[in-house]
């Protein structure tokens, strides 16, 4: 497994890491013995950086990691997030970056994850009632304490980016990226470049949808969350299928998977870029990790661009509950 270095003074992970969040919640049904020899799998592999969050579950997932890498903690680069969670009846979220969740929050992190220490925590949602500063600043005092070793922040906006910069070192910032989500290319990536601040893309196969393996919304579990995704519904599941058709079509052409052409287009767009395609199974995350040894030329660059040209995917990346707890 290749590595690359989170921002310009931040650690060294593998080049691709583990979004963990399936393997606990909303992709329907879940296989714990499956999970755990994933993640035993990932160890195999070469893979550090596995990536959790507190609403994941809520809680199982961290708990998952935390029993899976008993007695091998030194070998991974774990990453966690705190600050958004649904309400009783999932129909909204509520958002909390107040300096009390922060300090709520990482105790009981590190109890679920069995750890003294998690290596970057992250911010998972900004909230827009407490100023970034307040909570970058308790976050900065976990990583006095040696609780936590680097910041982080999930989808935030540029302008919230440098705030919270200015007050302590932001090591990595967590946002969709992919070929169907490509809002980033705006500001984010540049922003990030600037301020040697690592990019750490999730859902870097949209969900599974740029795999190709999900050919009917009929494949989806009845309790999967992607079926209240616009981008799975009605006349934008067929447009979006037909995008992938293309992009498989080019696969084909140089011998990969579409889900491993569309990896290597991600990690083609810089060495500050680290994605996080998450899954439960250990065949489709072999297929994934090998996706760091494809190098895209510009002519598969360009093929790629004219069969999936930015906002060409229809639907909003999320559905509006999910929406409403975005960095604006």
């Not at 909204?92 to 003294?116: C, F, H, M």
């Not at 767009?269 to 250990?282: A, W």
């Amino acid at each position: 497994m290749k590595t690359r270095r989170l921002g310009r003074n931040g650690p060294e992970v593998s080049a691709i890491g583990l979004g963990c969040m399936g393997m606990s919640a909303f992709y329907g049904a879940t296989d714990k013995a499956q999970s755990l020899a994933t993640l035993d799998r990932a160890l195999e592999l070469g893979i550090t950086l596995f990536d959790t969050a507190e609403m994941y579950g809520p809680y199982l997932n961290e708990e998952l990691l935390g029993e899976a890498f008993a007695g091998r903690r030194d070998r991974i680069f774990l990453a966690t997030k705190f600050g958004i969670g649904y309400n009783a009846d999932r129909t909204a979220l509520a958002v909390d970056g107040s300096p009390a969740n922060v300090r709520r929050a990482i105790e009981g992190s590190l109890k679920r994850l069995n750890t003294d220490h998690v290596d970057l925590y992250y911010l998972h949602r900004v909230d827009p009632d407490t100023p970034i500063e307040d909570t970058v600043g308790a976050m900065a005092r976990l990583v006095e304490e040696g609780k936590v070793r680097f910041l982080g922040l999930s989808e935030a906006t540029p302008a919230t980016l440098r705030k919270a910069h200015a007050t302590h070192p932001i090591t990595a910032l967590q946002t969709e990226y992919s070929l169907w989500s490509r809002e980033p290319e705006d500001e984010i990536l540049a922003t990030c470049d600037e301020l040697g601040i690592g990019f750490v893309p999730y859902s870097p196969l949209g969900r599974g949808f740029l795999s190709g393996e999900i050919k009917s919304i009929d494949d989806l579990a009845a309790d999967d969350y992607r079926r209240t995704n616009p981008r799975f519904q009605g006349e934008n599941f067929q447009k979006n299928l037909d995008l992938v058709a293309a992009i498989q079509a080019i696969a084909a052409d140089r011998g990969v998977t579409a889900a491993q052409l569309a990896l290597a287009w991600v990690l083609a767009h810089g060495e500050h870029l680290v994605p996080i395609p998450g899954t439960r199974r250990s065949k489709t995350l072999e297929e994934n990790a090998a996706a760091v040894d494809i190098v895209l030329t510009v002519n598969d660059m360009a093929r790629i661009e004219a069969a999936f040209p930015r906002g060409a995917a229809q639907g909003h990346r999320y559905a509006e509950t999910a929406r409403s707890s975005l960095n604006r």
